[in-house]
């Protein structure tokens, strides 16, 4: 089952003609968004955070495209760290929140009810509080009136989901200072050039059969994709990456991080996706597809399983070992199977260049569906009928 137009993948205007909020030129600019963003950091005082203080803890405030900002963090920090990172997208705020505590509300507009709702109460509790988002916005003039630090979005952008690492770099410095994470100001320029080189590999103009954000969008055409990381850092870019399929490419995707979702994406091999037959299959796990199938007589082929697996090379052997025997398992039963290893590199560098490509991946595979990857007019219904 195809989908996909691959012609209009290779036609530049045709793909800015349909991605009206220009997401692809968002998501190219991601590497300025970090160097926009360390200068913004460090004009609003970043170091006045906690009162350079380590906190007690630390609550991220995010929702929607902004709540992998909390992932991240929880991600880098330190195991042994004796400061816990709690992500909650809206109210109430945890009774235990205090004068010690750290609050880190992030939205873009600065207007999200859930962030902006905990970063006042956070503020009438005397808890330390960083914001970032939109300049003059009411999580701005909360900040303000709270006396702490409030780092404006450095670069436009048509949505949360584009404006990632405007949103996401104030927080790692920020968390790089107070002893929370390693992020140093280096390593985020690192980070700052890989995004740039995987935004050049996947330009528009880059043929769809070498531009591997786009091989990844038709490979996982016509499939139920399921992403799974396999450690810790990569369970992170597979949430990401469910995420970007679900919002911006409007395919329902799961994700799972090793070795924890093992068994579960191997138990849905036994499934009607895995083999291709739909629920008129009778052959089972790895019968794989009736050649003698008329599309005519017996109807459209079901969807098959796609499996994404996002690999970190630093990893030990049994992690790696669980990992390909995984992949072994969904090939032989006939799942359409893809794997992405991270570029070498600090930790930051190798879930930016992860990132970088399934968002890119997630954008294209919209633009061959046919949708603008920017706007949902199930979700501007939604929108109006709760507002």
């Not at 880098?76 to 990172?85: A, E, I, K, R």
């Not at 968390?175 to 050039?193: I, T």
């Not at 992949?327 to 199977?337: K, M, N, Q």
Request: with cysteine; charged share 20%.
């Amino acid at each position: 089952m195809v989908w996909v137009d691959e012609a209009r993948l290779d036609d530049v205007e045709a793909l800015a003609a349909l991605d009206s909020r220009d997401t692809l030129r968002a998501l190219a600019q991601a590497g300025a968004q970090v160097r926009r963003s360390l200068v913004a950091a460090e004009e609003a005082g970043i170091e006045r955070v906690a009162g350079g203080e380590r906190p007690r803890s630390v609550l991220v405030a995010a929702l929607g495209g902004s709540a992998v900002v909390g992932d991240v963090l929880d991600c880098l920090t330190d195991p042994g760290s004796p400061v816990p990172v709690m992500l909650r997208g809206d109210g109430p705020l945890p009774g235990w929140v205090g004068p010690l505590d750290l609050v880190v509300a992030v939205s873009q507009s600065g207007r999200a009810a859930g962030p902006l709702g905990l970063a006042a109460e956070a503020g009438r509790r005397g808890a330390s509080l960083l914001t970032v988002g939109a300049a003059q916005s009411p999580l701005a003039d909360v900040t303000a009136r709270a006396r702490g630090v409030h780092v404006e979005v450095a670069l436009p952008a048509p949505s949360s989901r584009t404006a990632l690492w405007s949103l996401l770099t104030p927080v790692l410095v920020a968390a790089d200072r107070l002893g929370l994470a390693d992020a140093p100001d280096d390593a985020l320029q690192r980070v700052a050039r890989v995004l740039d080189e995987v935004a050049e590999e996947c330009r528009p103009s880059s043929d769809a059969f070498v531009n591997p954000a786009k091989v990844v969008a038709t490979t996982l055409d016509g499939t139920v994709p399921v992403v799974l990381g396999d450690g810790a850092l990569t369970g992170v870019a597979a949430a990401r990456a469910a995420q970007m399929l679900s919002r911006t490419a409007r395919v329902p995707a799961t994700h799972g991080r090793l070795p924890d979702a093992a068994s579960a994406a191997v138990a849905a091999l036994d499934g009607p996706f895995a083999a291709g037959l739909g629920a008129r299959g009778t052959g089972g796990a790895g019968g794989g597809r009736d050649i003698f199938a008329d599309p005519y007589l017996d109807g459209p082929a079901a969807p098959r399983l796609g499996l994404l697996v996002l690999r970190d090379p630093t990893l030990g052997r049994e992690a790696a070992g669980l990992a390909d025997a995984v992949v072994a398992s969904a090939e032989d039963a006939g799942a359409v199977v893809l794997q992405q290893q991270a570029r070498a590199g600090h930790a930051l560098e190798r879930l930016a260049s992860l990132v970088g490509l399934v968002d890119f991946a997630a954008t294209y595979l919209a633009l061959g569906l046919g949708f603008d990857p920017s706007v949902s007019r199930h979700v501007t219904d939604l929108r109006d009928r709760t507002s």
